[in-house]
T-cell receptor, first 116, second 112 residues
Framework: AQKVTQAQTEISVVEKEDVTLDCVYETRDTTYYLFWYKQPPSGELVFLIRRNSFDEQNEISGRYSWNFQKSTSSFNFTITASQVVDSAVYFCALSVQGSSASKIIFGSGTRLSIRP | DADVTQTPRNRITKTGKRIMLECSQTKGHDRMYWYRQDPGLGLRLIYYSFDVKDINKGEISDGYSVSRQAQAKFSLSLESAIPNQTALYFC???????????FGQGTRLTVV
């Protein structure tokens, strides 16, 4: 069975602080994709990143960075020098690659509030 | 034009009414999904379809039905709407690898 856990329901930090959003996943498959999506107050889902299970390289994109560790089944997301515009709900998701039974499973989301 | 289009974007309906939410895509993807979002519960899968003849129940399919009219179209129906079906509904598509999901803009449904 596949499962994604985002234990942090809500996080609130002051602007310019760094913040890390945790994501832990479960799957018995060896080939899979992990994703992060952002949902701003307007409601749409914005794709942020995809990582496949064979690529454990960390990635940095501007103020955003992602730490993928298969040993701990985690795919954590860090925002450096947070800004008010980063306030949103963030979802981690898992998809098993190529499986006829695969579907995309989401975590429950972390609501991030950045205070000015 | 958006790759995945949901109609309507907003809808208020009365308890007991039948309502259909429609989704169409121009990605040429085989796989389509319907999710429901409630505060604090993330996105939960209602139904998914891997092709026109393959429709599967997700974790919360009770009270819903779907129709895959064509590769590009996947509709979600509430046969008799009830207030706890008030939620934000998302349609999504992906290719067979599941390497990326493309989402519609969402349909905000209120059942009064």
């Amino acid at each position: 069975a596949q499962k994604v856990t985002q234990a942090q329901t809500e996080i609130s930090v002051v602007e310019k602080e760094d913040v890390t959003l945790d994501c832990v996943y479960e799957t018995r498959d060896t080939t899979y994709y992990l994703f992060w999506y952002k949902q701003p107050p307007s409601g749409e889902l914005v794709f942020l990143i995809r990582r496949n299970s064979f690529d454990e390289q960390n990635e940095i994109s501007g103020r955003y960075s992602w730490n993928f560790q298969k040993s701990t089944s985690s795919f954590n997301f860090t925002i450096t020098a947070s800004q008010v515009v980063d306030s949103a709900v963030y979802f981690c998701a898992l998809s098993v690659q190529g499986s006829s039974a695969s579907k995309i499973i989401f975590g429950s989301g972390t609501r991030l509030s950045i205070r000015p | 034009d958006a790759d995945v289009t949901q109609t309507p974007r907003n809808r208020i309906t009365k308890t007991g009414k039948r309502i259909m939410l429609e989704c169409s895509q121009t990605k040429g993807h085989d796989r389509m999904y319907w999710y429901r979002q409630d505060p604090g519960l993330g996105l939960r899968l209602i139904y998914y379809s891997f092709d026109v003849k393959d429709i599967n129940k997700g974790e919360i399919s009770d009270g819903y039905s779907v129709s895959r009219q064509a590769q590009a179209k996947f509709s979600l129906s509430l046969e008799s709407a009830i207030p706890n079906q008030t939620a934000l509904y998302f349609c999504a598509t992906s290719d067979r690898s599941g390497s990326r999901a493309f989402f519609g803009q969402g349909t905000r449904l209120t059942v009064v």
